[in-house]
């Protein structure tokens, strides 16, 4: 069955830095790839949603790349702010035939002043 | 303001017995969802429902139940027969379910339920 990884390690970053978070699928590749932010004790939100025909997808300060040989997605955060700090999910379809995404447990990510 | 709303954001409730939580959505979407999270896991699917009066089960619907009477509501009842009920629930829709990568989903804030 698929299984995704993100990093169970919070990532420290230093402000104005970009951060990179990574997102390792096991199986087949998915038609689209969301990423999402959720801070502590909310419901997540929704940030980017990749094709798999897309290599690349921007909006504003983040950018989302999919890598289908690589089984892979990074999400960029780039001049990083403390105000970015906050757990990232990303999350998959199963395939045309099914209705459900299946999430990744999600990578903290702390930006430090 | 449109959106999803859960209630309550807490819920205390002893062994044995059922609780219900709310999921309310103005958005006039056809798919909502319910989904479990616990620490270090991604969100699992309980149940979700792509119109009224028609449900279907997700990976971890046992000791869980679900109706959805009207569009806008999708409440969710924890039975006695959930093993390890306390988790935080979260409540979702989106506006199309045939491709459920295609289309983003809206959380309420969750309902955190503590069973003792």
């Known amino acids: 069955s698929q299984k995704i990884e993100q990093n169970s390690e919070a990532l420290n970053i230093q402000e104005g830095k970009t951060a990179t978070l990574t997102c390792n699928y096991t199986?087949?590749?998915?038609?689209?790839l969301q990423w999402y932010r959720q801070d502590p004790g909310r419901g997540p939100v929704f940030l980017l949603l990749?094709?798999?025909n897309e290599k690349e997808k921007r909006k504003e300060r983040l950018k989302v790349t999919f890598d289908t040989t690589l089984k892979q997605s990074l999400f960029h955060i780039t001049a990083s702010q403390p105000a970015d700090s906050a757990t990232y999910l990303c999350?998959?379809?199963?395939?045309?035939?099914?209705?459900?995404?299946?999430w990744g447990a999600g990578t903290k990510l702390i930006i430090k002043p | 303001d449109g959106g999803i709303t859960q209630s309550p954001k807490y819920l205390f409730r002893k062994e044995g017995q059922n609780v219900t939580l709310s999921c309310e959505q103005n958005?006039?979407?056809?798919?909502m969802y319910w989904y479990r999270q616990d620490p270090g896991q991604g969100l699992r699917l309980i149940y979700y429902?792509?119109?009224?009066?028609?449900?279907q089960k997700g990976d971890i619907a046992e000791g869980y139940s679900v109706s959805r009477e009207k569009k806008e509501s999708f409440p969710l009842t924890v039975t006695s027969a959930q093993k390890n009920p306390t988790a935080f629930y979260l409540c979702?829709?989106?506006?199309?379910?045939?491709?459920?990568?295609?289309?983003?989903?809206?959380f309420g804030p969750g309902t955190r339920l503590t069973v003792t």
């Open positions: 958005l006039n979407h056809d798919a």
């Open positions: 990749i094709r798999e």
């Open positions: 429902s792509q119109i009224v009066n028609d449900f």
């Open positions: 999350a998959l379809d199963m395939g045309d035939s099914n209705y459900q995404l299946i």
């Open positions: 199986n087949y590749s998915p038609a689209y």
């Open positions: 979702a829709s989106s506006i199309g379910w045939r491709l459920a990568g295609a289309y983003e989903q809206y």
